[in-house]
């Protein structure tokens, strides 16, 4: 089952709930683990790419451009 995580609009907190697509669908909305509001909204996390040290070219400069950029 998939994960989402949800923000409370109430007291800021976040956290991660479980539900099928389905229930998602309509519109259910988890409660809040915190405070017991139904007052959440479902959050995306940033992923914060790191680039893998191995996909670098050898040698090269994370800053050193590998395309032309058209302006
Ligand atoms: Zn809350």
């Not at 949800?6 to 988890?30: L, N, T």
């Not at 007052?39 to 090269?60: F, H, K, M, N």
Request: net charge positive; with cysteine; aromatic share 8%.
């Amino acid at each position: 089952m998939p994960t989402y995580t949800y923000v409370c609009e109430q007291c800021g907190s976040k956290f991660e709930a479980f539900a099928s697509i389905k229930k998602k669908e309509s519109g259910w909305r988890p409660e809040c683990p915190q405070c017991g509001s139904p007052e959440t909204r479902q959050t995306y996390t940033t992923v914060t790419v790191i680039a893998d040290p191995q996909s670098l070219p050898v040698g090269g400069s994370c800053c050193t451009p590998r395309k032309r950029v058209i302006r």
